[in-house]
T-cell receptor
Framework: GAGVSQTPSNKVTEKGKYVELRCDPI?????LYWYRQSLGQGPEFLIY????????DSGLPNDRFFAVRPEGSVSTLKIQRTERGDSAVYLC???????????????FGPGTRLTVL | AQKITQTQPGMFVQEKEAVTLDCTYD???????LFWYKQPSSGEMIFLIY??????QNATEGRYSLNFQKARKSANLVISASQLGDSAMYFC?????????????FGTGTSLTVIP
């Protein structure tokens, strides 16, 4: 079956511009996560959706970052007034939360590499 | 304090040998889960193995096993009979709390190179 997909795979933008990154989770997965991975680092949590609502957005670094998941499936991460420090790989993951499930692993997409010039 | 610490930035192993990748964690929760992911150069994170905090047996999945030492808060990954395709970054991750939908905390990773 299809895995998590992310578009675009690469995005180059100029400082100050607005960007949108899209994530299409595995069908039926109710939980969706965004992580950011800087060079040489592990993924860092940004935001988590359960269904349409953001269950935890504590990882968003500032108010320039925003994410939506209006129909409980596809999610869009939006970054306003991009800065050079926003350059990273943005990873999306999804999970099927099963009540009583032992671990409910997260399935990751290939990521979007964002470069801010 | 870091929730996940991986102290080996890079490791080398001879093909067909076993290798241990270290991971220590920090949490005050009684319930938590520990995960290992592999990230090849293509960038995608591939789930390898899981260990629950209440699991008494060490987890095993094929050539992967997790050496879980709860008192020492360590969750080392052991890869047996290394193959060239095992060359990749390896990340240890933890999910805290009872709820299995909580976010993951990742370490900084270990780059494994398998030498022919």
């Amino acid at each position: 079956g299809a895995g998590v997909s992310q578009t675009p795979s690469n995005k180059v933008t100029e400082k100050g511009k607005y960007v949108e990154l899209r994530c299409d989770p595995i069908s039926g997965h109710t939980a969706l996560y965004w992580y950011r991975q800087s060079l040489g680092q592990g993924p860092e949590f940004l935001i988590y959706f359960q269904g349409t609502g953001a269950a935890d957005d504590s990882g968003l670094p500032n108010d320039r970052f925003f994410a939506v998941r209006p129909e409980g499936s596809v999610s869009t991460l939006k970054i306003q007034r991009t800065e050079r420090g926003d350059s990273a790989v943005y990873l999306c993951a999804s999970s099927q939360i099963i009540a009583g499930g032992s671990y409910n692993e997260q399935f990751f997409g290939p990521g979007t590499r964002l470069t801010v010039l | 304090a870091q929730k996940i610490t991986q102290t080996q930035p890079g490791m080398f192993v001879q093909e067909k040998e076993a290798v241990t990748l270290d991971c220590t964690y920090d949490t005050s929760d009684q319930s938590y889960g520990l995960f290992w992911y592999k990230q090849p150069s293509s960038g995608e994170m591939i789930f390898l193995i899981y260990q629950g905090s209440y699991d008494e047996q060490n987890a095993t999945e094929g050539r992967y096993s997790l050496n879980f030492q709860k008192a020492r808060k360590s969750a080392n990954l052991v890869i047996s009979a290394s193959q060239l395709g095992d060359s990749a970054m390896y990340f240890c991750a933890m999910r805290e709390g009872e709820y299995t939908g909580n976010q993951f905390y990742f370490g900084t990773g270990t780059s494994l190179t398998v030498i022919p």
